[in-house]
């Protein structure tokens, strides 16, 4: 065997590449974790964390770099069938019945030696999750790099870093299935373009169906979609139980599939358009919250941040979850509603589900990692909205249920951790961008509900054109704010999973 | 050949041995060993393979810490060898290998790649080849294969018990604890990863965490207890972490509690071997390798290297220095030291660090755990007495950082701060 010195031995990550992940500007626990992959194996970081800390620490990071990262129970591997167990639910947490004491798992620590911030930039994007490097990396790439994006924490800490890696052009919405088809086209291509993996797969989407009110809006969906040139299909029971021989189909009623869709890898395509955007000549400053915006005479002329104030023409918002906070500092209310979704993930097991399996009416959906974990989510119709990080015993009853239930040999796969992201919900399940009527110098780019990592790609390079060259785009016309105060709400996309 | 220490006079007869299959081959075993030391026994380390450079995997620290010694064990994927207990036929499979754990085929992977392999810039440079690498990927990733056996949802509810104080951990501070708090007449869980336990633990029990703010899950036998206390004190333990040096990862690498273990078993960890302990000792972690180098001479183990304990008497050489590499053809089979060119051979390597709080749990409740530069640990916050910033919640013996010898002053300082808080919330003593 080659002589190696093994920091993680779960995912074979070596001191080696922990050098590699700081050089590379992973500087903190959070990073050094997403980056190398240390910490996601079976002892879930017992054996890493408290040595990658110690490298840190000798290359001169320390207090908030080194705090570990977020611990999520379960604690020890657990099978589905175990949490599955009975018919009572655990009531929603946090909430009066079952309150918290625990705090809210985000955190913003205070990173080091970060670069300076420039005083003044020609436009501010407010959020570095992947909508808005990807809006950043597209910019430089049409001649606007005066750019600075603003993260208030580490890359990949919002809904970017902690969503389930689902890309597929199935939608009820015109505009979906095209942005869609473009985007899982840059997918193919990012890899190349970028330099860097995001692991995609193309092994379709199963959606099915126990509900016939959902069977008929499914039908409904497959003929626009195939209209639009998407190859979604009906499967019949048999043809479903090929595909997916594991699959519980005795009370399903349709299924439809579309080989096209498919799984990616999310963090890199964050590292991927930071750096693709940093080498044009973009300011990429993580660890850099906005506290307020500058408004004078009905434009936004920049924001203060904890680290200094940046003056600019445009103010990009691409907060997600957090956009309402951030619009509210410009005057600006949105109707978006932050709601939590979680996720599980179980332990690694050799590859046998091609598609990943959504139950529409349900809300639940699942997939097996390139790692060959299964990972995947399920709404709660009675999650309250607002912005919660922390996991919950209900989510993991429910999921364990539902999964249990669709696929029975789950039963005895043990689930190894648990997050939950937010959803940046829209009343019309549409997202919301461009200027504003209210306040001038402020662009919205923000709403898509759980969605907007497998759209950035084609957003991205949309907004990004739009704002460089003018380009005038569907996307960026129809979709303002102001449509819910003029009442231009376009049909409602129904196609929302997890 | 087998490392099973020789009948001793005067003993109780041993218990007939039975038989386990590893790679359908059978091995003889005895009740109460766990997998990975059954298999110890007869010289097998390598239980499996790494999930990226198919490097060998085998028991490492023998308490479910580190995940090394993955196999599949009676139809059940990822199962760690040292917390299962051997059984008549109990069929035990490696993992992620092409071949056996011993000769896996794509074990060439760590060769060809003796800089690393980063995954990240593999193959980008053409679609077509990427795509190609992807599948590729696929095919080879993953480590266990579903479960044979489909396990269904108990239909019965998850029992809730209702507690004034829960004791997680019944070792020598979670049963100090625990007796305190018994003594007080409060009534109290205590509960204990270990099968076997002799306490009035809840045995085979292990916390899976704190859900909600309010519900303490324990998962024994498969099923969910949802425990709900007032008082909590968690006596979890400590962890030992690998040496720092360039092979760190073989097996045949042992931490010093699964040497104690094995040797309390009967079971030799190899017939010579390397004792090392990592430099700036704490006095009991020194004790006790002193107290296990005896044990090793006891039992007719040779040890060729003792490093940084001082003079052992029973060593063939006796240094002081800093490990620079574990090498070997698949496991430890020698060992490097830095500013010495000699080598030393074994079979095995014991390693005694200083052990390092399981933190995990703490942090889970809330707790913060500073980064110890000194210790290079994690140090759950507490006070002298166990108590946390979390009222209710309490830290005992070595999770709080406390070395073995303190742990059971610490956990009776625990209980009785426990014990206290638990009769003010009720208004005052009795």
């Not at chain 1, 175990?82 to 620590?109: C, E, F, N, Q």
């Not at chain 1, 923000?446 to 704002?467: C, Q, Y």
């Not at chain 2, 386990?20 to 109460?32: D, M, T, V, W």
């Not at chain 2, 390693?351 to 913060?368: E, F």
Request: glycine share 10%; aromatic share 6%; charged share 25%.
């Amino acid at each position: 065997m080659t002589n190696r010195e093994l920091v993680c031995t779960c995912e074979d990550v070596t001191r080696r590449d922990v050098e590699r992940a700081i050089a590379r500007g992973h500087t903190d626990m959070e990073s050094v974790k997403r980056y190398t992959g240390l910490g996601t194996g079976i002892c879930q970081g017992r054996s890493c964390m408290a040595r990658t800390a110690q490298i840190l620490t000798e290359r001169g990071y320390d207090g908030d770099a080194l705090v570990p990262t977020t611990a999520r129970p379960p604690l020890w591997p657990v099978p589905l069938a175990a949490l599955a167990a009975g018919k009572d639910l655990p009531p929603t947490y946090p909430s009066d019945a079952s309150p918290a004491w625990t705090s809210p798992t985000t955190r913003r620590p205070q990173a080091k030696g970060l670069a300076p911030l420039p005083s003044r930039a020609q436009i501010v994007i407010v959020g570095g999750g992947i909508m808005g490097l990807a809006t950043a990396y597209h910019l430089a790439k049409n001649g606007i790099s005066d750019v600075v994006v603003l993260e208030a924490s580490y890359l990949n800490a919002g809904a970017s870093g902690r969503n389930g890696g689902g890309i597929r052009e199935q939608w009820a919405t015109e505009q979906h299935v095209l942005l869609m088809r473009e985007s899982i086209a840059l997918c193919r291509e990012f890899a190349k373009e970028l330099g860097i993996n995001v692991w995609l797969r193309q092994g379709g989407y199963l959606f099915v169906t126990a509900k016939q009110e959902v069977a008929a809006s499914m039908g409904d969906n497959l003929a626009l979609q195939n209209r639009l040139g998407v190859p979604s299909r009906l499967l019949k029971r048999s043809e479903m139980q090929h595909m997916v021989p594991e699959l519980e189909t005795s009370d399903l009623v349709a299924a439809v599939y579309n080989p096209e869709d498919g799984v990616i890898f999310p963090w890199p395509f964050l590292w991927g358009y930071a750096e693709g955007a940093r080498k044009r000549g973009v300011h990429v400053a993580t660890f850099t919250p906005v506290q307020s915006m500058i408004v004078e005479a009905g434009r936004v002329r920049g924001v203060e941040t904890t680290r200094g104030t940046i003056r600019a023409d445009l103010v990009i918002n691409a907060a997600g979850a957090w956009s309402p906070a951030i619009a509210r500092m410009a005057g600006v209310t949105l109707p978006n509603r932050p709601e939590r979704h979680e996720i599980l993930v179980t332990e690694s097991l050799r590859p046998f589900l091609g598609p990943l399996v959504s139950e529409l009416g349900l809300g639940l959906y699942f997939s097996q990692s390139l790692r060959g974990e299964i990972v995947g989510g399920l709404g709660d119709p009675d999650e309250p909205m607002g912005i919660e990080l922390r996991s919950s015993q209900r989510f993991l009853v429910r999921m364990a249920r539902a999964m249990v239930h669709r696929m029975p040999r789950l039963g005895g796969v043990k689930v190894l951790r648990q997050w939950a992201g937010c959803y940046d919900v829209t009343p019309d399940g549409h997202p919301i961008i461009g200027e504003v009527d209210e306040v001038g110098g402020f662009f919205q780019l923000h709403g898509f509900v759980g969605h907007g990592f497998m759209m950035a790609p084609v957003v991205g390079k949309i907004v990004g054109e739009h704002l460089a060259k003018g380009t005038d785009h569907p996307l960026v016309r129809d979709n303002r704010l102001g449509r819910f105060a003029h009442g231009h709400v376009t049909a409602k996309e129904t196609m929302i999973i997890g | 050949m087998q490392h099973r220490k020789l009948d001793v006079p005067g003993f109780f007869a041993e218990p007939p041995p039975f038989e386990i299959l590893f790679e359908g081959k059978r091995f003889s075993a005895r009740p109460g060993e766990p997998v990975g030391v059954t298999l110890m026994a007869h010289g097998r380390y390598v239980l499996g393979r790494s999930s990226k450079y198919h490097r060998g995997r085998g028991v490492y620290c023998g308490r479910g810490h580190c995940g090394r010694c993955l196999a599949r064990i009676d139809g059940q994927p990822n199962v760690r060898a040292c917390c299962e207990v051997s059984h008549p036929d109990a069929q035990v499979e490696s993992q992620h290998v092409v071949g056996s754990a011993k000769h896996d085929l794509l074990s060439t992977i760590d060769w060809m790649f003796p800089r690393g392999l980063d995954h990240h810039s593999l193959m980008t440079e053409s679609t077509t080849l990427n795509r190609v690498t992807v599948a590729a990927a696929r095919k080879l990733a993953g480590h266990g294969e579903l479960p044979a056996a489909k396990l269904d949802a108990d239909p019965r509810e998850v029992a809730t018990r209702v507690v004034d104080a829960a004791v997680i951990g019944a070792g020598r501070a979670g049963r100090e604890a625990y007796d305190a708090l018994s003594a007080a007449n409060i009534d109290t869980l205590l509960a204990d990863s270990a099968a076997d336990a002799t306490s009035p633990a809840l045995a085979g029990a292990r916390v899976i965490g704190l859900y909600d703010d309010r519900d303490l899950l324990l998962l024994k036998e498969g099923h969910i207890i949802r425990v709900q206390a007032r008082a909590c004190v968690l006596a979890t333990g400590a962890m030992e972490p690998a040496p720092t040096c360039e092979g760190n990862d073989l097996p045949g690498l042992i931490s010093r509690r699964l040497c104690e273990q094995a040797l309390r078993l009967g079971v030799r960890p190899g017939r010579r071997i390397t004792l090392a302990a990592q430099r700036d000792l704490d006095l009991a972690t020194r004790t006790a390798a002193h107290a296990l180098a005896s044990a090793l001479a006891e039992a007719g183990v040779e040890i060729e290297l003792a490093l940084n304990l001082g003079n052992v008497p029973s060593a063939r050489r006796c240094l002081d220095g800093q490990l620079s590499a574990i090498e070997g053809r698949g496991r430890a089979q020698r060992v490097r030291l830095d500013d010495e060119d000699e080598t030393f051979e074994c079979d095995a390597v014991v390693w005694c660090p200083r052990p390092v709080p399981d933190h995990g749990i703490a942090r889970q409740m809330g707790l913060a755990t500073p980064f110890d530069t000194t210790r290079g640990a994690f140090l759950p916050e507490c006070e002298r007495d166990g108590t946390t910033r979390r009222p209710g919640l309490f830290l005992a013996g070595e999770i709080a950082g406390v070395s073995e010898n303190e742990a059971v002053a610490h956990g009776r300082r625990a209980g009785i701060a426990a014990t206290a808080w638990l009769r003010e919330l009720s208004g005052g003593g009795r």
